[in-house]
């Protein structure tokens, strides 16, 4: 079962008793303590006009009581104002998200906590995943979270290379779209700690946006596609890499780790059904606090 599901169903669970004990068991609760405290009233109605210091703090308490819960509605329905509040920032605003591998790396390091736009790519129904509110569309070189199509229970992130109808061929570890080779200039080396292993860096230009990317001089190009791929009709692969029409509705992601990144030169691509949102904060690394901050 997922968190979300989980959420949804403690939101509703606990939203259910809020609206009962608010409507229907406090009304009655205050009922049957207001006439307790009319009895209290007409039993000690001369020390309180005396202003009996015991008998006006045993009317204070009786009042305190008609306002409170029972212990087992503050620990339920006490907590659905908290619940929903996540419920809601979590399902339709912003959902935290934790790096667990080095495929996006430089962008991204294992054990980076990042911040995803819940409400970029439109407004979902929570748990269905329907879009219910168009906002808008990923752009080429957005870093996205979607649920992996080979098994939607994991949530993987890359960066969108290639848009419905796009023709993309990376062959020999250069990235063409549509025609035009990307552009991309040397930018020194990167030091993979994890894996004690120099690193080519680039930056590599998508549209307008810059990032930068890293190769693997011992790694071999070209790519294969996995036996989960979601739609090999749409690819070649060829010598030293593969060539790919993006299908309608449909996306082709890379890591910016490109020879360290199971992404859509091997499983296909990602549907527009599948998008969770669009990423762009590291909003904590508890090993690494200077990497919080935006990224591209």
Known sequence: MTFSLILFLLTVFTGV????????????????????LQQFDRSNEDALRRGVQSVVA??????????????????????????????????FIFEPFRIPSGSMMPTLESGD???????????RLPVLNTKIVPIGEPERGDVIVFRYPADEKIDYIKRVVGLPGDKIEYINKRLTINGKPVP??????????????????????????DHRILNNRAAPAGAYPLPIHNNP???????????????????????????NSEDSRYWGFVPEKNLVGRANMIWMNLSKPSRIGFFD
Do not use: H
């Not at 008793?17 to 307790?36: A, C, I, N, T």
């Not at 009317?59 to 509040?85: C, D, Q």
């Not at 990167?190 to 307008?208: N, P, S």
């Open 184 to 209: 991309v200039t040397a930018d020194g080396k990167y030091y993979d700690e994890a894996k004690m292993q120099e690193l080519d860096q680039f930056v590599e230009q998508l549209g307008k946006k």
């Open 233 to 259: 009709d749409a690819c070649d692969y060829v010598r030293g890499g593969l060539i790919c029409t993006v299908p309608k509705d449909t996306y082709f992601v890379l890591g910016d780790n490109r020879d």
């Open 17 to 36: 008793l809020w609206v009962l004990d608010v409507f229907v068991w406090k009304p009655k609760r205050v009922k049957v303590m207001s006439d307790e």
């Open 113 to 123: 906590m990042i911040l995803v736009n819940k409400y970029n790519y439109g407004l």
């Open 58 to 91: 045993a009317r204070s308490a009786m009042v305190t009581r008609m306002n409170e819960r029972p212990k087992w509605l503050e620990y339920t329905a006490g907590f659905f104002p908290v619940i929903f509040f996540i419920f809601i920032l979590r399902s």
